[in-house]
């Protein structure tokens, strides 16, 4: 193998990742080549220095990054897509540029692999007298499994813990709440963030719950889902941030369905700054229910159905 290749090998021989046959050519090479040894010392002094350098990511952070990961993932033409150490090693190898952060890179990735089998790390579940006196146990990494409201009002809610556990309480328990926000953002359950934002109904009084929501009805895949989220946040239509969320659903979802349901949250409330972002919808909408309602809504705010 040449130099050039060993380079892009090195951050992940580093870290353990390579088969045992690439292993065996690069430590061959290694064998040889100085200049290529002491790039491996450097990548492997980067990396001492990266665990050395403890950082605590604001609250939700990970979830949020994997949780973009996932989406771009996902919105990736299939015919691209290849295994992530394969997508890892292109992008060292595509003139990066600094060879040093290249252990940096890898840590990401790594980070991200992990976060699939870890997602969420929720403070209550820590070894300090929260999670004690929740009777759960000490790993805080959880994967909520199913959500349900019963009769008396308070929230039932299983998750992963090492073992499957559970917890009921109201809305109002700080517990329940973030388990909540964990299942609205989990990726691959598209049922359980239905039954989670049909639970958050007329509940998002807080400002992370709704941002959640909001976040739900903008970038989650399934249509249902984002039908929920909306129906969930109704009674703050009102709201500037939500009524931004609300626009912007209604100038790029694909589905009729989220567009129609934005356009009667919006409209619940009168509020001519509409005015423009409908006669926009007008000038590209093909759905002709959509179109009729809102050249429907224009006449009625003695607006144009056009724009001039």
């Known amino acids: 193998m040449s130099c050039e290749q060993i ?5 992940l021989y580093a870290y353990g990742e390579l088969a045992q046959d690439e292993e065996e050519r690069v430590e061959h090479h290694l064998a040889a080549c100085a200049s290529c040894e002491a790039e491996l010392q450097r990548v492997r002094s980067m990396s001492r220095i990266l665990t050395a350098t403890e950082r605590v990511p604001s609250e939700g952070l990970l979830a949020q990054c994997r949780m973009d990961l996932a989406r771009a993932v996902r919105n990736e033409p299939a ?12 992008f060292m190898g595509a003139g990066v540029g600094i060879r040093v952060p290249a252990g940096a890179l890898a840590l990401v990735a790594i980070g991200f692999m992990a976060g699939k089998v870890a ?17 759960l146990q000490t790993e805080g ?4 499994r199913s959500v349900e409201r019963g009769a008396d009002g308070k929230v039932h809610v299983s998750f992963d813990n090492v073992n499957r556990r559970s917890i009921t309480g ?3 328990d700080v517990k329940i709440r973030e388990l909540l926000i964990a299942a609205m953002r989990d990726d691959s359950n598209p049922g359980l963030r239905v039954e989670t934002a049909d639970v958050l109904k007329n509940s998002a009084e807080e400002q992370e719950i709704r941002s959640a929501l909001r976040d739900a009805v903008l970038h989650d895949p399934n249509v249902g889902v984002r039908m929920t989220a909306l129906e969930a946040l109704k009674p703050y239509a009102g709201n500037e941030e939500v009524r931004k969320t609300l626009t912007e659903a209604l100038l790029s979802d694909a589905n009729p369905g989220v567009r129609v349901k934005a356009i009667d949250l919006l409209t ?12 926009n919808l007008m000038q ?11 050249s429907n ?7 144009s159905v056009g724009t001039y």
């Open 284 to 294: 590209k909408e093909e759905n002709s229910y959509v179109r009729a309602r809102v």
């Open 297 to 303: 809504l224009l006449r009625e705010m003695n607006a």
């Open 170 to 172: 109201s809305l109002d």
């Open 119 to 135: 997602p969420w790390n929720l403070p209550f579940l820590g070894t300090g007298t929260a999670g004690n006196s929740a009777g």
């Open 79 to 90: 015919k691209s897509r290849g295994s992530w150490l394969e997508k890892l090693r292109g």
């Open 7 to 11: 380079e892009k090998e090195l951050a």
């Open 141 to 144: 990494f959880v994967n909520v």
């Open 268 to 279: 619940s409330k009168h509020d001519d700054s509409l005015v423009g972002p409908l006669q």
